[in-house]
């Protein structure tokens, strides 16, 4: 079965670190680009960059540039979003989907992870 | 880049046909035959039912079909059901590797 599976739900305080996951499985996870998704309470779906794991080449939408980092371990069929310091304001869900092989859109996604950023 | 823009949410009785658009601009959905749509139960794992503006991928029911004209695409579920209540979401290739979400509709089975 192809799926992506994202580790699990964070509650952090901010100014800490984090980084969440998001594992394939069932395709070749080398040659398909995967995104990340935020999806803040009560909003929808911000496309916030992807990444190509077989050669690790990341795109970032300009809103998210330089607030987080984008990357894959091939070797282990991973994908990561990373913050360096979270704030209050990036509690929200997150997604991670694979791009289609023949299409520009996301055919399959994680389970999603909801990060809560709380003093 | 700036969201496409949805309908907070539309409604429809059993068996009738709503219509969902996802209005963008010349980069996005005007310029692209790459509008792409989701069906997201809160919880789960959003689901694709249209790629390439009307293509359905396999074991998607034919009730689903898109559209598109100009810089609107537009998703049209025909004799709905109660299952189909929950929010959908449109998504369009911007370029350069890049992309944008609606605003995501509520779809009411009155």
């Known amino acids: 079965e192809v799926q992506l599976v994202q580790s699990g739900g964070e509650v952090k305080k901010p100014g800490e670190s984090l980084q969440i996951s998001c594992k394939g499985s069932?395709?070749?996870?080398?040659?398909?680009?995967i995104g990340w998704m935020r999806q803040m309470p009560g909003k929808g779906l911000e496309w916030m960059g992807i990444i190509y794991p077989g050669d690790s080449d990341t795109r970032y939408s300009p809103s998210f540039q330089g607030q987080v980092t984008i990357s894959a371990d091939k070797s282990i069929r991973t994908a990561y979003l990373q913050w360096s310091s979270l704030k209050a304001s990036d509690t929200a869900m997150y997604f991670c989907a694979r791009q289609g092989s023949s299409f520009d859109g996301f055919d399959i996604w994680g389970q999603g992870a909801l990060v809560t950023v709380s003093s | 880049q700036s969201a496409l823009t949805q309908p907070r949410s539309v409604s429809g009785s059993p068996g009738q046909s709503v219509t969902i658009p996802c209005t963008g601009t010349s980069s996005d959905v005007g310029n692209y035959k790459s509008v792409s749509w989701y069906q997201h139960h809160p919880g789960k794992a959003p689901k694709l039912i249209i790629y390439d503006v009307n293509k359905r991928p396999s074991g998607v029911p034919d009730r689903f079909s898109g559209s598109k004209s100009g810089n609107t695409a537009s998703l049209t579920i025909s004799g709905l059901q109660a299952e189909d209540e929950t929010d959908y979401f449109c998504c369009s290739y911007a370029g350069s590797y890049t992309y944008v979400f609606g605003t995501a509709t509520k779809v009411t089975v009155l």
């Open positions: 069932g395709y070749s996870f080398n040659t398909y680009w």
